[in-house]
């Protein structure tokens, strides 16, 4: 389950060791912007040692690597990957061959290490007008490819709009990454809410987001994950709702019938996969709920 | 690798540490902390399992330690190790 992305300075200690404990369901450990061209390697080796050393319980680790296009890139992937995290993050990707090129590098690490292929997944953060025009290409690019992350910021500065909370000037490019993502089957996250301040305007966003089709949600401050894990997780209506799918399709099966309806709508296969999400998204949060199969 | 000349890493930041390594005729480390007497051995210990690793037999280690853990306190010496030796 992976809801809320929170990104950590990867050259600030006292945030790196504190990562899982402030509530999201992944941490993007950041070696990219947040961190200045004079501490690329400062950086790279205390997020190298701090893998090595924290256990980061119960937390998805994403790395955001520096873009293909600087001379660090590779030297991040070194460092990193023999530690073996979740995920890998290349930014500013613009077209599938950036996508391949960041992951036969990562086969190669993969193979060095004795890693079984396709190990470490990719989130291509995508932030140029090139990108959201390629998205379905860079989505379908390559089997390493798990999700994609909208970045809005770096997007409407190459848009050459600005960048508003209403978030009108970036509608095109959330709609057009659901769509591409969703076509190829894997997982879509938005930018973060840029005002750390504005949690009521963090939860309109999210749930804006969550409308259109997201999956979960980034946040550049621990005050947002919190509201992006509430606005990202079920309703208690929405996991009664689909228990009781299930449990309408086992009893019709058990009858023998072939069409059924639940409150007088009748349950098809696009019912019954998003109750089977409901339920996968119920087990992820509480463990331990009995199988309706 | 050799400390051919003088390099920082870190900050002085709470949870971090401050380290500057820079040539010398032996091996000397130097060590200020917060936490200098609880952990003073420990943080010795730690600095020499970088130095060792990386095969340096010269050079001076300061250290101003604000708190750092194992893990920040090994990195933070092996960067400025490396950048006293020319690597960036």
Not at chain 1, 41 to 55: F, G
Not at chain 1, 261 to 267: C, D, N, V, W
């Amino acid at each position: 389950m992976r809801r809320s992305m929170l990104f950590i300075p990867g050259n600030t200690p006292n945030l790196l060791m504190n990562g899982d404990v402030l509530g999201a369901d992944s941490i993007i450990l950041d070696l990219e912007d947040a961190v200045s061209p004079a501490e690329k390697d400062s950086a790279r080796i205390l997020v190298r040692n701090a893998l090595k050393s924290l256990n980061y319980k119960g937390c998805e680790i994403i790395i955001r690597i520096n873009p293909v296009d600087t001379d660090y890139w590779m030297h991040d992937l070194d460092e990193i990957i023999p530690l073996k995290p979740n995920m890998i993050m290349p930014p500013k990707v613009s077209c599938a061959q950036d996508v391949k090129t960041v992951s036969d590098y990562i086969a190669k690490l993969e193979e060095k290490c004795g890693f079984e292929k396709n190990t470490v997944k990719l989130i291509p953060l995508i932030e140029t007008a090139m990108g959201i025009e390629n998205a379905f290409q860079i989505a379908g690019a390559d089997e390493r490819v798990a999700a994609m992350f909208l970045g809005g910021e770096d997007l409407t500065a190459d848009l050459r709009c600005k960048r508003t909370k209403e978030g009108t000037e970036i509608f095109y490019a959330r709609t057009r990454m659901v769509c591409a993502a969703r076509a190829c089957g894997i997982d879509v996250y938005d930018t973060p809410f840029t005002d750390v301040e504005d949690i009521e305007g963090l939860y309109t966003d999210a749930r804006f987001a969550k409308a259109l089709g997201f999956s979960g949600k980034a946040s550049i401050s621990p005050r947002h994950v919190e509201g992006i894990n509430e606005v990202f997780s079920p309703t208690q209506a929405e996991i009664d709702y689909a228990h009781e799918v299930m449990e309408t399709i086992r009893i019709a099966k058990e009858q023998g019938k072939g069409v059924v309806s639940l409150r007088g709508k009748m349950i098809d296969a696009p019912i019954v996969a998003r109750a089977q999400q409901v339920i996968e998204m119920e087990r992820a949060m509480f463990g331990g709920v009995e199988d309706d199969d | 690798m050799n400390i051919t000349k003088s390099a920082v890493a870190g900050t002085l930041e709470s949870s971090d540490v401050y380290v500057k390594a820079e040539p010398c005729d032996k091996l000397e480390v130097e060590v200020e902390s917060v936490v200098y007497n609880q952990f003073a051995e420990e943080i010795k210990k730690s600095i020499m399992e970088v130095v060792e690793d990386l095969g340096v037999t010269s050079g001076k280690i300061t250290v101003n330690d604000k708190g750092a853990i194992d893990c920040v306190i090994k990195a933070r010496v092996e960067t400025a190790i490396k950048r006293a030796g020319g690597d960036k």
